[in-house]
């Protein structure tokens, strides 16, 4: 009697153990979450490298010759770059949302794989404002 009850006691936590579509489900919103994962980190150097170019703008701003220069506009350019980078992180990061249980299995593994495709796109446009605005840095100070 005692392995009965243990074989339907077994049977019944196998049972009530998550589908293969729910497994799919949280696999794939760890996906969306490991391509956050990669971008997040950068939003602080985002904001360093604006206030780095800030003050060289700033700095050019004073000068109306600069203001015409090509480092100028490269730097206006790269801020904006950069503030659209960080703006589209938390913009993404407020409108995700896990898809619940009322979405069919289709549709929701269809929006992960956008929303990951879009954080992903955000972490591209991160690294190149980063990097231009890393060589404008080293540019300026040499």
Not at 27 to 51: F, T
């Amino acid at each position: 009697m005692k392995k009965i009850g243990l074989f339907v006691l077994a049977a019944t936590a196998v049972a009530c153990g998550p589908s293969e579509e729910q497994v799919k489900r949280e696999a794939k919103n760890q996906e969306v979450w490991d391509a956050h994962d990669l971008v997040m980190p950068k939003m602080d150097d985002i904001m360093k490298a604006e206030k780095k170019l800030g003050v060289v703008i700033s700095t050019m701003e004073k000068d109306s010759a600069l203001m015409d220069s090509v480092v100028y506009q490269a730097s206006l350019s790269t801020s904006t770059d950069l503030r659209n980078a960080h703006d589209e992180m938390m913009d993404w990061m407020h409108s995700y949302e896990y898809p619940g249980d009322s979405v069919t299995f289709d549709v929701a593994m269809e929006y992960m794989e956008t929303e990951r495709i879009i954080i992903s796109e955000v972490g591209v446009k991160t690294d190149n404002a980063l990097f231009k605005a890393d060589s404008l840095a080293q540019l300026v100070s040499d």
